[in-house]
Every structure is written in structure tokens, then in C-alpha cells.
């Protein structure tokens, strides 16, 4: 559940403006606050169904967002390229490393 969870709040946080408001809210209130159905449905006066529908339908807009665009697919392949790059300029410390550490800060602040 926790992998899950992870996984929808980095979609979530590409993608998010892509969603409804209605959609953001409930996925906000589920995800990230941790509230249950039953929370959310007496939050906005609306049956658990109805909350669990919204939710599901959220998710499912998030995957098929990330199967075109692939976004979180290309962020979690530059931190790994940008890590291995790490490893490498730690074991080998000169002026230049120093140079493209500082580069790899820069593009980790980017995203």
C-alpha cells in the first residue's frame, strides 16, 4: 500500500493540473492527509461510492497521463543517471568534479 501510495503522489505531483478540482481534492484528502471514504463523503456530503468512483477515476487518469507522457518515468531516470555521475565524481576528486557536481545540483534543482 505504501508503494502505492508513493507512486500516486509523484504522478500526483506531475500531473495534478491535468486533474479537476474535485479529483485533486479527494486525491489531496486521500493520498496526503490520509483520510478514509467515509472521511472525505461526509467532508462533502456525498456517498463513500461516490468518493471511491472519483478516486479510482483519478488514478486511472494519472496512469494514462504517464503511459503518453512518461514524465515521472524520465525524472526517476535522470536522478539515477545524475546518482551514478555522483558515485563516480566522489571516488575521483579534482577541480573539474568539483565543476560537474555543481552542474548536477543544478539540474537536480530543476525538477
Not at 506531475?14 to 486533474?19: N, P, T, V
Amino acid at each position: 500500500m505504501l508503494e502505492k501510495t508513493t507512486r500516486f503522489n509523484l504522478l500526483y505531483d506531475f500531473y495534478q493540473e491535468l486533474l479537476t478540482e474535485k479529483q485533486r481534492q479527494y486525491m489531496e484528502l486521500y493520498f496526503q492527509d490520509d483520510y478514509s471514504f467515509g472521511e472525505i463523503a461526509e467532508e462533502f456530503g456525498i456517498s463513500r461510492q461516490a468518493v471511491y468512483e472519483h478516486i479510482k477515476r483519478a488514478e486511472q487518469s494519472l496512469e494514462e497521463y504517464e503511459e503518453k507522457l512518461q514524465l515521472l518515468t524520465k525524472y526517476q531516470q535522470r536522478n539515477s543517471i545524475m546518482d551514478a555521475i555522483q558515485e563516480i565524481l566522489n571516488r575521483q576528486q579534482n577541480e573539474k568534479c568539483d565543476e560537474i557536481q555543481t552542474m548536477i545540483e543544478l539540474l537536480r534543482q530543476i525538477d
